[in-house]
Structure formats: structure tokens, C-alpha cells
């Protein structure tokens, strides 16, 4: 049981740059969620999925996009990568009220 | 205003001591609140799970809600230099969508 699983663990993307980030989980949980973290700033969520083919945004959804490609999946594109997209990301999944965390993506844009 | 409200610190104690920390709240819908914990250059883990007023005890740590003044505590005894972490406060309604706190950054020295 791996809980909530996230590659890569490191990126390094020139401005422009597209990638994904992906995310899966093996806890048969129906919602998925996608957030960032700086310093200061805490978790900030950019988009959730309460169950396979629905998503909504949250706070800070500008510049992103996402696919609940299944009940175990859940990913994240940058289209055209920013400097200002440089950050901690996080994926989570969740039964009712309780989120399990995996344990993050640092992404670098220059 | 963001809906959670927690001072970042840092926040240094010695061993032994009683740490409180502490969060406001604004959304009068949150009825399910949450401590995480999270080590350096790791995901969150949740710690304390909270319904609706009152307290909750797990050996040396106490979670207490006053809904009446919208304020979350989280309270540490015997501060050990393993509780040195980062420490996220969240409140939720029922839609399942986590609103975090800035966290609190602890250091128990020796």
C-alpha cells in the first residue's frame, strides 16, 4: 500500500516549458487534489476532483490544467512554464474530510 | 482576509515545554478542523482530526475548536526535538475542500 505516489520528485524547466506532473493513489479514494506551497503563502489549492471525470478550480488555478484520467490518477499540466510557477507541489486524495499527502514535486523555472 | 489565519513564527521552545499553537477561522460553515504536520522537505500528515467544538486528546498532544470565537489550538506537552516541524491548522465544510492555515514552524531545541 503506497498511499499517494508523485513523479517526478525534481523538475528543472526553462520558461516556456510544458510538463506534467503526475499523481496516483491506491486508497479506492473518490476525491483528488492538486496544491502548491510556498514560503509565507502555506498550501494553496490550484485545483480539485471530488470524483473520476469531474474537476474544479480552487484558489490559484491560473496558468494550470488537470485530468482525473481514472480513480487513481490525477494530473497536472503547465502548458508554458513561468518563473513564477516555481514551487513545492503537492497532490493529495482524500475519504470525507481527512487528506493523505504524497510527498511533493519541486519544480524549478528559470 | 484569507479564511485561516495562523502566524508563521518561527516559533522556539526548549524541551519540556508546552507549546501552544494557535489559528482563527472565518467561514462559520467549517465544521470539521484539522492539524497537520509536516517535516522539512515532506508532505503534510495529518495529526489531530477535530468535529464540530470541543477537545480531543492523543497522548501528548490536545486539539481543541471553539467555534464561538472561530479559534483552533493545537497543544504539545513535553516538547520533544522530534516535534520540530511545521504545523498547518485547516478547517473544512462539507464539500470537502481544505482551506489551510500559513503553518507554524517549531523548533524544540535540546
Known amino acids: 500500500n503506497a498511499g499517494v505516489t508523485q513523479t517526478p520528485k525534481f523538475q528543472v524547466l526553462k520558461t516556456g516549458q510544458s510538463m506534467t506532473l503526475q499523481c496516483a493513489q491506491d486508497?479506492?479514494?473518490?476525491?483528488m487534489y492538486w496544491y502548491r506551497q510556498d514560503p509565507g503563502m502555506g498550501l494553496r489549492l490550484i485545483y480539485y476532483s471530488a470524483s473520476e471525470g469531474t474537476t474544479d478550480k480552487g484558489e490559484v488555478p491560473n496558468g494550470y490544467n488537470v485530468s482525473r484520467l481514472n480513480k487513481r490518477e490525477f494530473s497536472l499540466r503547465l502548458e508554458s512554464a513561468a518563473p513564477s510557477q516555481t514551487s513545492v507541489y503537492f497532490c493529495?486524495?482524500?475519504?470525507?474530510?481527512?487528506?493523505?499527502f504524497g510527498p511533493g514535486t519541486r519544480l524549478l523555472v528559470l | 482576509q484569507k479564511e485561516v489565519e495562523q502566524d508563521p513564527g518561527p516559533l522556539s521552545v526548549p524541551e519540556g515545554a508546552i507549546v501552544s499553537l494557535n489559528c482563527t477561522y472565518s467561514n462559520s460553515a467549517f465544521q470539521y478542523f484539522m492539524w497537520y504536520r509536516q517535516y522539512s522537505r515532506k508532505g503534510p500528515e495529518l495529526l489531530m482530526y477535530?468535529?464540530?467544538?470541543g477537545n480531543k486528546e492523543d497522548g501528548r498532544f490536545t486539539a481543541q475548536v471553539d467555534k464561538s470565537s472561530k479559534y483552533i489550538s493545537l497543544f504539545i506537552r513535553d516538547s520533544q526535538p522530534s516535534d520540530s516541524a511545521t504545523y498547518l491548522c485547516?478547517?473544512?465544510?462539507?464539500?470537502?475542500?481544505?482551506?489551510f492555515g500559513q503553518g507554524t514552524t517549531l523548533q524544540v531545541k535540546p
Open positions: 485547516d478547517g473544512s465544510s462539507n464539500t470537502g475542500k481544505l482551506i
Open positions: 477535530t468535529y464540530s467544538s
Open positions: 486508497m479506492n479514494h473518490n476525491s
Open positions: 493529495a486524495s482524500s475519504d470525507a474530510a481527512t487528506q493523505y
